[in-house]
């Protein structure tokens, strides 16, 4: 007897339960609860004149699950490339011991491995040459008159200095951007005399340890080009190993040194890509 009541219970239980399995059935219970509300709708479609049952098809329902929202996954490019920075310019440098002013002009190029730091190598060429003359008069020409004179002698002298550099400038939005640097390397020189009337010629070339260092400011022109004034000081002494006859030494070896420091000043233009 006890056995009975028990199977009857049992049937009253999954009565609602197979109420809801049957395709036919309507005003379940279990119809749409709230508590079971999918984040994934599934929709079926039935063609009734073919009876045919359309495959189920998900519909995304809302773009986050437990207030946890979707970010698509950012991702980078390869190794960035440093951008490079060349700057012509010419002027003047004035050595304060050995020479007078002479023209130069030069470059710097290298790599930007900041936006506002420079690293890479310079390289000048000061130029200074002089010559005495001897005037013999004027002469007539068919429109006019003239002079002529005689070349004595000619000197020249040429500086290169050649640099590793490190310069650090202002903001690239700054209407004037300011800037400076600091330089050192080796310098050479090279002296040449030749004396027409004496036959003589003298040739020379010096080196030595060298530095610089500047300071300017740059008003940019369209992107990162931009035109350039300076002022730098150059220090170095080069030296040249000669041997002599000496009157009481004999034949020894002397070191000859020239002083080539002194202030100068460059205009310029540079440019990146």
């Not at 479609?45 to 045919?52: E, I, K, L, P, S």
């Not at 979707?70 to 310019?89: C, D, E, L, W």
């Not at 640099?163 to 600091?182: C, H, K, R, T």
Request: some cysteine; overall charge negative.
């Amino acid at each position: 007897m006890r056995t009975y009541l028990w199977k009857a219970a049992l049937a009253v239980a999954l009565l609602p339960v197979a109420a809801a399995a049957s395709p036919g059935a309507s005003g379940s219970l279990l119809q749409n609860p709230s508590f079971m509300m999918p984040l994934v709708s599934v929709t079926s479609t039935t063609v009734v004149a073919a009876q045919v049952t359309a495959p189920p098809t998900l519909a995304l329902v809302t773009p986050f699950a437990g207030g946890v929202g979707y970010r698509p996954r950012a991702y980078r490019s390869g190794a960035s490339v440093m951008p490079t920075t060349t700057q012509i310019h010419i002027g003047f440098f004035d050595p304060t011991d050995d020479f007078s002013t002479g023209f130069v002009g030069g470059f710097r190029m290298g790599p930007q491995v900041d936006p506002r730091v420079q690293v890479g190598l310079a390289m000048d060429w000061w130029h200074k040459s002089e010559s005495t003359t001897m005037d013999l008069g004027s002469y007539d020409l068919p429109v006019g008159s003239g002079s002529e004179r005689i070349v004595l002698s000619k000197a020249s002298a040429d500086l290169l200095p050649i640099l590793a550099f490190v310069q650090v400038s202002g903001d690239e939005n700054m209407p004037v951007i300011p800037y400076g640097g600091f330089g050192a390397g080796y310098e050479v020189l090279f002296v040449s005399d030749d004396n027409y009337r004496t036959s003589e010629s003298f040739d020379q070339t010096f080196g030595g340890f060298g530095w610089q260092v500047w300071g300017g400011a740059g008003i940019p022109l369209d992107g990162r080009t931009r035109i350039n004034g300076e002022v730098f000081y150059n220090a170095c002494e080069v030296g040249s190993d000669v041997d002599i006859d000496h009157p009481t030494l004999g034949l020894v070896t002397v070191r000859d040194v020239v002083q080539m420091n002194g202030l100068g000043m460059r205009v310029g233009i540079s440019w990146g890509f």
